[in-house]
T-cell receptor, first 108, second 115 residues
Framework: GIQVEQSPPDLILQEGANSTLRCNFS?????LQWFHQNPWGQLINLFY???GTKQNGRLSATTVATERYSLLYISSSQTTDSGVYFC??????????FGPGTRLSVLP | NAGVTQTPKFRVLKTGQSMTLLCAQD?????MYWYRQDPGMGLRLIHY???????AKGEVPDGYNVSRLKKQNFLLGLESAAPSQTSVYFC??????????????FGPGTRLTVL
């Protein structure tokens, strides 16, 4: 099945800094999502982005499907951005697979 | 809209006991999913459903059964709980885009401990 890697595994930032999270996948996909799991365990949709670029406030995402990676950009980070960021992918005719996540800590 | 809800939020079982977790969604989504999340790990798919009356196995189906008798509900059953099933269980649903599932929406999770 499809393999999903995320980097970095851990990231510590000062409030106000920018960051880039990466998701690599091993096969063509027709579905890719980014999620934020907050410290209370809730999974929050960030982007549905199997290809192209999207922006939502301080967050943006780009998926280059032909090169099998996706990037999540967080600008002007805030303490409320802390948590774990997951990408989840689905290859054609297969099940969803989650990456191992990037744990982000934003310090005040 | 309540979105995706899960019942119960917490549960402690003894080894060998059985239980059913209930997931409900009010978004008229075709697809529904059950995942488990173990400490420090991503989510793994247990079972899923592409519509009322249908179910299919995911990555880690052993020890679990599911049913989707109504479109809005997806039940996850543990017939004989084992300590290895201690985990946080998440339900999700998504609509169909025609070429497959679209955006997944998650419930708040059920924390299960098996002693």
């Amino acid at each position: 099945g499809i393999q999903v890697e995320q980097s970095p595994p851990d990231l510590i930032l000062q409030e106000g800094a920018n960051s880039t999270l990466r998701c690599n996948f091993s096969d063509s996909v027709n579905n890719l999502q980014w999620f934020h799991q907050n410290p209370w365990g809730q999974l929050i949709n960030l982007f549905y982005i199997p290809s192209g670029t999207k922006q939502n406030g301080r967050l943006s995402a780009t998926t280059v499907a032909t090169e099998r990676y996706s990037l999540l950009y967080i600008s002007s980070s805030q303490t409320t951005d802390s948590g774990v960021y997951f990408c989840a992918v689905r290859a054609y005719g297969q099940n969803f697979v989650f990456g191992p996540g990037t744990r982000l800590s934003v310090l005040p | 809209n309540a979105g995706v809800t899960q019942t119960p939020k917490f549960r402690v079982l003894k080894t060998g006991q059985s239980m059913t977790l209930l997931c409900a969604q009010d978004m008229n989504h075709e697809y529904m999913y059950w995942y488990r999340q173990d400490p420090g790990m991503g989510l793994r798919l247990i079972h899923y459903s592409v519509g009322e009356g249908t179910t299919a196995k995911g990555e880690v189906p052993d020890g679990y059964n599911v049913s989707r008798l109504k479109k809005q509900n997806f039940l996850l059953g543990l017939e004989s709980a084992a300590p290895s099933q201690t985990s946080v269980y998440f339900c999700a649903s998504s609509y169909s885009s025609g070429s497959g599932p679209d955006t997944q929406y998650f419930g708040p999770g059920t924390r299960l401990t098996v002693l």
